[in-house]
């Protein structure tokens, strides 16, 4: 049954009965899951152990269940959120907000999701756009992304060519193998962007992941310069999208911060805002038929969907862009102390996948 599509993220969790299973979930995580799952009974469970046979099990991403797991076991699905941290979640810096779905995951175009959900069916009053519209004003605002990475400011280039945004992935993430089905890799998407717009200045921006070293770069992305313009790294996300004039992604969350931004996107795979009326989309998904507004959009996917926390438990989404956007300011500008051997050492114990 689909979950109830004028809940938020917190009322749809507390109607989830019995124990939660955490299974599997690095130990660093730990504390977080449990301000995420503020009030409700969780036990943690390693990799390897037997399936639960009552209760809930709670899986990080696409990880798949247990042998042996009970069809009467619902599935949880976490992930991070799209307002998360000021830093790489493959750093392991502390996350502000995850998503918990108990339909499938927001990157999983293959099946419905929560957010899908919502999108399809939810019912989104005024007070409630009037809500997102302000969130999404401070948002644009503070300059907010994901991972609010500091970068070096970047200028448009001196001529009238339109600037088109080519934002890289990590290529064996789980985004690309259930959300496109056709293009999946970077240079594939930037060779098929050159073709559609062979006069605009193109920019290729690896993602942030790959440029620390921290995930494998994909198939031939040091071929990148061959098919644009200027490949950037050390530039803010946020400075890039107020700058440029379009963005094409294959799933990128890049889309949806640009759409935030009033730039128009087009998508190349299946992202979760792709398919809604306000993206030129290359692939059609059935069961997205519906047209929604930003600020509808804006509402499931900041408002209703993720679940926002601190060290005391679940906060409101303000209460989260407040923290976020003070915490970012505190580090603008300022390297991380010993940061290049941190990650030194994240590579050697945890490996680049």
């Known amino acids: 049954m689909p979950p109830d599509a004028t ?7 507390a109607s989830v009965a019995g124990d939660i299973c955490v299974y599997g979930f690095p130990r660093w995580k730990w504390r ?3 301000r995420c799952l503020a009030g409700q009974r969780v036990r943690f469970v390693p990799q390897g152990a037997p399936a639960p046979t ?5 899986l990080w991403g696409m990880a798949p269940p247990p042998p042996g797991l009970p069809a009467s076991v619902p599935v949880l699905r976490m992930e991070d959120g799209f307002l998360r941290s000021v830093g790489l979640g493959a750093e392991l810096t502390r996350p502000l907000s995850w998503v918990v779905d108990q339909s499938g995951i927001y990157y ?12 399809a069916q939810g019912d989104f009053p005024p007070a409630l756009l009037a809500r997102a519209a302000a969130l999404r004003q401070g948002v644009v605002a503070a300059g907010l992304t994901k991972y609010n990475l500091h970068g ?25 193998a259930f959300g496109a089905p056709q293009l999946r890799t970077n240079m594939g998407l930037l060779q098929a962007v050159r073709a559609a717009r062979p006069d605009a200045y193109l920019i290729y921006k690896p993602h942030p992941d790959v440029v620390a070293r921290l995930r494998l770069a994909g198939e031939a992305d040091s071929q990148a310069a061959a098919w ?9 996300m946020s400075a890039l999208l107020d700058a440029v004039n379009e963005v094409h992604v294959l799933t990128s969350l890049a889309g949806f911060e640009a759409l935030l931004r009033g730039r128009p996107v087009t998508c190349w ?7 809604w009326g306000l993206t030129e989309d290359h692939l059609n998904c059935p069961r997205r038929g519906r047209t929604r507004t930003l600020d509808e959009l804006i509402a499931a996917t900041l408002l209703l969907y993720p679940l926002y926390f601190g060290p005391g438990g679940l906060v409101t989404p303000e209460t989260s862009l407040a923290a976020l956007s003070q915490w ?9 102390p010993f940061q290049g051997i941190y990650r030194f050492f994240l590579r050697r114990f945890i490996g680049i996948r």
């Not at 009552?54 to 709670?58: A, C, E, F, H, T």
């Not at 999983?108 to 999108?119: H, I, K, M, Q, V």
């Not at 339109?162 to 064996?172: C, D, T």
């Open 269 to 275: 795979g299946l992202p979760f805002y792709a398919g």
């Open 328 to 336: 970012k300011q505190r580090e603008s500008g300022r390297p991380r």
């Open 108 to 119: 999983d175009a293959t099946r419905p999701s929560d957010l899908e959900y919502l999108l």
């Open 152 to 176: 070096q400011p970047w200028r448009r280039p001196p001529t009238a060519r339109r600037v088109i945004l080519v934002p890289g992935q990590v290529e064996s993430d789980a985004s690309l």
């Open 228 to 236: 644009c313009d200027e490949v950037v790294t050390d530039v803010s």
């Open 54 to 58: 009552q209760g809930v099990l709670l």
């Open 32 to 34: 977080f899951v449990r």
């Open 7 to 13: 809940a938020d993220a917190a009322a749809r969790l």
